[in-house]
């Protein structure tokens, strides 16, 4: 299985390496990529469910002085989901992209940060780590960038210079490990890592610029913006994979590498910047005027309902209730990657044949686009919450936790949210099922359109019904 991890990697460089040598094949070799990748993924998967964690040391190097791959069950669950929604975005942007020059700039740069992606989640060692985060921000900037339009520039500008300061505050926090600790290797950090100002201070340090890339209230200013102004594929993969790829390293840390080290002053902190952020998130994604920033501070509330775990998985004592928890966890993010990704997508294609994005004028587009209007409708159950989606489960799983600890905080912000959550989708739709006459035609699912049911239907059917691997996962590596 070790050949499936250095595909993961190898796959999509070679692929954006052959997209700019052979440009007119480009959307060929990129999709046929992408299934090979995502081939890759699925024998990861199977591998880590079968053998347990897998550990790679490239040219033969120990941990410490080499580059070391490693896949347990999160990372497992994580490049499965970024390969099945890049795969799907990959499908659609074949045909979102009409304009040569802007498709040719898109490919390279799309299986770039999807070898970033890939790599990070693989990654062993607190370096390569930086190194692979700071490849993710640079290719997804550029992404963010394609629009061409002013706003899409100025957008990716904030983007590249928010980037670049968590980037800073990451190695910054890095260096002090190496200082003090003389190795950057998670396995052996994990062994020797002990309370004290070093590792309370590059914890904040690396924390603190994760947050940034994460886009956690307050710190989410800079999202709405570049996730707006960018072409559809590109908001899809912003929102479902790269801000939790940032995610996922503040997990890994907080629960692995610096289990010891956390304290409940410090997770506590983390849910109130979460609950802000379902609330404050919620409520300006129901004053959007456009989908797509509604789709945004959709992004910043349901990021908001993963830091909620934090306190919860502290205070919790290790046994059955804390793995359910865990789990519930990581079936929210694995839930809304594929709901914000469907979600994108189905604006995307709005976007394309209306010629617009503004709520108040969709309406006759469940008429004139019923695909993509149940899309949106799948969606939006995932991000309700309601069953049988993955995000019923997950936030099953934090009410549970929370009344298990007596955190009563969490179950309001929770419920406040999933009510903001209900409206603001229930007004999508309602727009969308108003009457404007449209000539008779026959209804078909044009080929964009079916990534986007897919992710959605992934969400709020499949997940749901079909979750209990997750929890067995998990069991393998957190």
Known sequence: MTDAMIGLVALPLTGALATLLLPRSATAVAVGTGLATTVAAGLLLFGVATQGALHYEIGG?????????????LSALLLMMTSLVVLAASVYASAYFSADSTRDRFWPLWLLLWTSLNALLLSGDLFNLYVTLELLGLSAVALAALGGKRAAVAAALRYLLVGLLGSMMFLAGVSLIYAGYGTLDLAMLRRVVEPGPIAWTALALMTTGLLLKTALFPLHFWLPPAHASAPAPVSAVLSALVVKAAFYLVLRLWLDVFANVVTPVAANLLGLLGASAVLWGSWRALQAERLKLLAAYSTVAQLGYLFLFFP????????????????????????????????????????????HDTIRDLDGTAQHLPATTFAIALAGVALIGLPPSGAFLGKWQLLAGAVETGQWLWLLVTATGSLL??????????????????????????REEWPALLLAAMAALVLGLAGAPVWKLLEIGI
């Open 61 to 73: 190097w120990n941990a410490g002085l080499g580059i070391a791959l490693r896949a347990d069950g």
């Open 312 to 355: 919860l998985l502290l205070a919790l004592p290790p046994g059955p209730t804390r793995d359910l928890a865990a789990g519930g966890l990581v079936m929210l993010a694995l839930t809304h990657g594929f709901a914000k990704a469907g979600l994108f997508l189905a604006i995307g294609i709005i976007q394309q044949r209306c010629g």
């Open 421 to 446: 959550a209900t409206a603001y989708i229930f007004r999508v739709l309602g727009h969308a099922f108003g009457h404007r006459p449209y000539p008779n035609q026959p209804v078909t699912v044009a």
